[in-house]
């Protein structure tokens, strides 16, 4: 299965989901914050991004963010992440970092 490759910008007041392509190599976002789709769904089969705040039973809500090659689930600021594992199908995603940052506060 390949993963599909999407990206979503913030502009400093909304959400852009539609991003095109700007020549052969790459996207044009001047002044944007470009997050990239991980592949994964949550429980409600909604797409998660880089930057989403996703909620767990049991768990304070966390941000998911790409360091070293790979996903990180947590909290950035109290320096408390893990890998992020297969736990996808038991999170929803509730916002994200730029829309809703007092959800991990």
């Not at 007041?13 to 990239?36: A, D, P, T, V």
Request: charge should be negative.
């Amino acid at each position: 299965m390949n993963k599909q490759v999407k990206f979503r910008s913030w502009d400093g007041s909304k959400m852009n989901y539609n991003i095109e392509r700007s020549g052969q190599f790459g996207f044009y976002l001047h002044n944007f914050k470009c997050m990239q789709y991980t592949g994964l769904i949550d429980r409600y089969e909604t797409e998660i991004y880089e930057g989403d705040i996703l909620a767990r039973a049991g768990y304070s809500p966390c941000e998911i963010w790409r360091e070293d090659g790979g996903y990180l689930i947590g909290i950035r600021e109290k320096n408390d992440h893990h890998f992020y594992q297969n736990i996808a199908g038991q999170c929803e995603v509730i916002g994200n970092i730029y829309e809703n940052p007092t959800l991990i506060k």
